[in-house]
T-cell receptor, first 114, second 110 residues
Framework: GAVVSQHPSWVICKSGTSVKIECRSL??????MFWYRQFPKQSLMLMAT?????????EQGVEKDKFLINHASLTLSTLTVTSAHPEDSSFYIC??????????FGQGTRLTVV | DAKTTQPTSMDCAEGRAANLPCNHSTISGNEYVYWYRQIHSQGPQYIIHGLKNNETNEMASLIITEDRKSSTLILPHATLRDTAVYYC???????????FGEGTQLTVNP
């Protein structure tokens, strides 16, 4: 299947700092990418839909000023967690649509805010 | 998006077929049934999807009932590496959101 790569795989940051997570579709172009968050023992929760060249669409309850999403090209979307706090510690996962109906997921980024 | 209902957990013996059911009684005519699985601390892995016909690929088979209100994912010869949470998702056109429910924790036992 198609490959979606996330970087970094894990990151530890201090409270109050910002962290950027990258999501790349390596062998296809993705007009739409999605960002999810997953807490321990819970399912994936959709945070936002990222469309190339336009503003992201955020799900209800997700702060757009805290979780900045940029989708500047057809192969790259970034999620920046601004002014991170311990409660933002989570597993962040992106996915990208290949266009044939299948969405492929990155390996996820484990964020720990200390 | 139509809601799906799956059993919380299932067990299967290694080498046997694993049959994972999913109910999606409110599915609409243009919505597909997707299956993903997630092994602990990894991103979800695409398995298979279908509209109304049964589908088969190298990983699994998908059986969709004629009224499309339920489906079954079949792993023909389960291995220990198939232990994962399996998600059944109903989705519209390509590019539309994938909404995850709680899924089924499949445990394959030796």
């Amino acid at each position: 299947g198609a490959v979606v790569s996330q970087h970094p795989s894990w990151v530890i940051c201090k409270s109050g700092t910002s962290v950027k997570i990258e999501c790349r579709s390596l062998d296809f172009q993705a007009t739409t990418m999605f960002w999810y968050r997953q807490f321990p023992k819970q399912s994936l929760m959709l945070m936002a839909t990222s469309n190339e060249g336009s503003k992201a669409t955020y799900e209800q309850g997700v702060e757009k000023d805290k979780f900045l999403i940029n989708h500047a090209s057809l192969t790259l979307s970034t999620l920046t967690v601004t002014s991170a706090h311990p409660e933002d510690s989570s597993f962040y996962i992106c996915s990208a649509d290949q266009g044939s109906g299948e969405a492929f997921f990155g390996q996820g980024t484990r964020l720990t805010v200390v | 998006d139509a809601k799906t209902t799956q059993p919380t957990s299932m067990d299967c013996a290694e080498g046997r077929a694993a049959n994972l059911p999913c109910n999606h009684s409110t599915i609409s005519g243009n919505e597909y049934v997707y299956w993903y699985r997630q092994i602990h601390s990894q991103g979800p892995q695409y398995i298979i999807h279908g509209l109304k016909n049964n589908e088969t690929n190298e990983m699994a088979s998908l059986i969709i009932t004629e009224d499309r209100k339920s489906s079954t994912l079949i792993l023909p010869h389960a291995t220990l590496r198939d232990t994962a949470v399996y998600y059944c998702i109903v989705r519209g056109t390509s590019g539309s959101r994938l909404t995850f429910g709680e899924g089924t924790q499949l445990t394959v036992n030796p």
